[in-house]
């Protein structure tokens, strides 16, 4: 399995998506421009509208412009309103608890119908190991933090297994729908959509859908106000229409261009750059860096089935960090091939250039040859003997520039 980063999916993204399943949302459309939004809010034709500034960030409600309003999420009976509002979000920065500090720009805003919430609950739809398949979670305590409510209130949560291959029975549905405190017609209301949620998520190959609020309006209606989903990764080759809506923009170019080469990248702090294998060894190998005074730049895990391109794509990736003043390879050759990572580092030395100084301790599959490839290359390359003596290695090679 290739590690990937997550797919973002922005909140109109994902209420499409359930729209699209028949889930019951708010109705509501999505503008680029001040006149598209104030136009939304005319097709509305809503007692109340909710205007909501379109960033991956949480925290937007409490969030600030740098056009001088406060505030993502709006509230208005007037759609004239919505266009002015629009005018200065749109092209602007928000800037909350969750965004760098000058923000993420806004490119697209949201035009929804506000609707009263009477009751709100909380329910998930999730893989679960222990039950080797998915599970329904809920609660009548929704629209709060549900780890609290477990903390507090464990009698409040309530699971039922699903069978895979019956999926949701019309007892465990009306069964969840009552412990969530639906009652009469809104029973076989919510039960309903709890069937429908269920479709979605294996629709898309779905990890996780969660809903929260799963609310009740005044009017008598079972509405998912905010859902989060997840998405299986490996389903991308036949979810390509869901994978394409992924949104890069607000990500570290460093990590949204380590995933085109299927490699994992996490940047950190420091200046010595990691280059491993395996996810275990990569933090294992911060954290000696740490131990003997250095600081790690990154975590770049290469997987297992590395080509001799990804490892040129890695350096490049790691010297364009100006932070790295040293690079650390540790590879554990099981299912890598030691020669292969040796080409991909001579080809990246010779080609990029390399700078800074490069301390490589290789072991396992082919590792001789991949020694003898390192040692006739003539480049300045420090070999290290095992994991401790590389990264005393590349702390001292800091140390003495």
């Avoid at 898309?204 to 106000?225: H, I, K, M, S, Y």
Wanted: proline residues 3%; negative net charge.
């Amino acid at each position: 399995i290739t590690p990937r980063r997550w797919l973002n999916l922005q909140e109109y993204q994902s209420k499409k998506l359930m729209q699209d399943s028949g889930v019951t949302v708010q109705r509501f459309f999505v503008a680029d421009t001040a006149s598209e939004a104030l136009e939304a809010a005319k097709r509305l034709k809503a007692k109340e509208i909710v205007l909501k500034a379109q960033i991956l960030a949480g925290g937007r409600g409490k969030g600030v412009f740098d056009s001088g309003l406060k505030g993502g999420v709006h509230l208005t009976k007037d759609p004239a309103v919505v266009g002015e509002l629009a005018g200065k979000m749109l092209g602007f920065s928000l800037t909350t608890k969750q965004t760098p500090k000058e923000g993420v720009k806004v490119k697209t805003v949201m035009v929804a119908e506000a609707l009263d919430i009477s009751r709100e609950t909380y329910f998930a739809i999730l893989m679960d190991r222990s039950c080797n398949g998915p599970v329904m979670v809920g609660s009548p305590q929704g629209g709060v933090d549900i780890e609290e409510v477990a903390a507090a209130t464990p009698e409040l949560i309530f699971k039922e297994v699903i069978d895979i291959f019956e999926g949701v029975r019309d007892d465990q549905a009306l069964r969840m729908a009552a412990n969530l405190g639906f009652k009469g017609p809104l029973e076989r209301q919510a039960a309903n959509q709890i069937k429908r949620l269920y479709d979605l998520f294996l629709k898309v190959d779905a990890t996780q859908v969660e809903v929260n609020p799963l609310g009740e309006t005044p009017e008598g209606q079972v509405v998912c106000f905010d859902a989060k989903i997840n998405f299986d990764d490996n389903a991308e080759f036949r979810q390509k229409a869901v994978f394409a809506m992924d949104d890069t923009a607000e990500s570290d170019p460093l990590e949204t261009e380590a995933a085109r080469h299927d490699l994992k990248y996490i940047g950190l702090d420091g200046n010595i750059a990691c280059f491993v294998n395996g996810a275990g060894l990569a933090m294992a190998t911060c954290d000696i860096i740490d131990l003997h005074g250095g600081k790690p730049a990154n975590f770049l895990d290469l997987g297992g089935g590395v080509k001799e391109n990804q490892v040129y794509a890695a350096f490049k990736l790691l010297t364009a960090d100006p932070k790295v003043e040293a690079i650390l390879v540790n590879i554990f050759g099981g299912i890598v091939n030691c020669a292969i990572i040796a080409n991909g580092i001579t080809k990246a030395c010779r080609e990029l250039e390399l700078k800074v100084p490069l301390v490589v301790r290789l072991e396992g599959t082919n590792v001789q040859e991949a020694k003898r490839i390192l040692s006739e290359s003539g480049l300045p390359i420090t070999s290290a003997t095992d994991l401790d003596d590389a990264a005393k290695k590349a702390v001292a090679a800091i140390a003495k520039n």
